[in-house]
């Protein structure tokens, strides 16, 4: 396994067209999208304090450095819609040695409660399946978060009964690997 998921690691094995939107590796023209979702305080309620500016374009430019890397540690993903920046989507962590991958989402304001969030999340769900083979994927969420828990629920994760911010999908190996 751990030689196929350091193999499977490349950030364009990430690049995924759904009904409505492309996944695709996050690239430099969207440092905007990047400013706009880490540096607003309503955006960041459940996930920490935003960044100052200055410290959110650091944060950006390290998160491209970190796409470049074959295995990519960590992997920051565009959400685009009809050729608008929607949000991102990521891989936090994977590892080859616990078989597990972490993934998390933001979206812009506009985009909220159209379904988008299902949309992406199922479709990064599939595709870490796929290259990932045998994959644990993992959620962690501030419980209070009614909207994302009701997202991880939906796109199959289950409770994880000794840790309340912790969510699971156990592997799915009707999907072959890619």
Same mark, same amino acid.
């Given at each position: 396994m751990n030689t196929d998921w350091h +193999?499977? !690691?490349?950030?364009?094995?990430?690049?995924?067209?759904?009904?409505?939107?492309?996944?695709? %590796?996050?690239a430099e023209q969207d440092l905007q999208l990047y400013?706009?979702?880490?540096?607003? !305080?309503?955006?960041?309620v459940f996930v920490g304090e935003p960044l100052p500016p200055e410290q959110a374009t650091h944060s950006f430019e390290v998160a491209?450095?970190?796409?470049? +890397?074959?295995p990519f540690k960590r992997l920051f993903l565009t959400i685009v819609e009809q050729?608008?920046?929607a949000g991102l989507c990521a891989i936090n962590q994977w590892s080859s040695e616990t078989g597990i991958a972490e993934?998390?989402?933001?979206?812009?304001?506009?985009?909220?409660?159209q379904g988008y969030a299902t949309e992406a999340l199922g479709a990064l769900i599939q595709r870490v399946q796929q290259q990932f083979y045998g994959a644990v994927i993992k959620g962690d969420l501030d419980p209070n978060n009614q909207a994302a828990v009701q997202l991880v629920? +939906?796109?199959?994760?289950? %409770?994880?009964?000794?840790?309340?911010?912790?969510?699971w999908v156990k592997p799915n190996y009707a999907i072959a690997p890619l």
């Open positions: +193999k499977a !690691a490349v950030a364009e094995n990430f690049e995924i067209t759904t009904a409505r939107l492309l996944i695709r %590796p996050l400013l706009d979702l880490y540096t607003n !305080a309503e955006t960041m491209l450095r970190l796409n470049a +890397k074959t050729g608008r920046c993934v998390g989402i933001m979206l812009l304001r506009p985009w909220h409660g629920l +939906k796109t199959g994760f289950q %409770p994880d009964v000794h840790h309340a911010r912790t969510y």
